[in-house]
């Protein structure tokens, strides 16, 4: 996994998606050394070819951030109900509930 944080948050929606791209997934693939644990060093980042417009991205962000929050929310949403899942399941199942 490689994180970078941009000197402008205002794009990070953008960098996001431009570090998930096949693209750049595959960039980060092929610069990947070690046997067991693969490590990228910051030479193979740096020699990545990545287009970045700080205008685009800006803009690309500010239209995308509703639709990422949007998705943390449904996340929340999810773990809790799986949480809710997991605990009344065996209590179903052992009979200590009942509908």
Known sequence: MV????????????V???LNSDMVQKQIKQ???GSVQ???NTQAI????IVFNEEIAIKFSEMMLPTYSRIEKAR???RSLTE???????????GRIHF
């Open 76 to 78: 929340k949403e999810n």
């Open 46 to 49: 740096a020699n990545s070819k």
């Open 38 to 40: 693969g490590v990228v």
């Open 84 to 94: 809710l899942h997991d605990f009344l399941l065996p209590l179903l199942i052992n």
């Open 3 to 14: 994180i970078i944080v941009p000197k402008k948050n205002n794009t990070y929606v953008y």
């Open 16 to 18: 996001n998606e431009l």
């Open 31 to 33: 610069a990947v050394s």
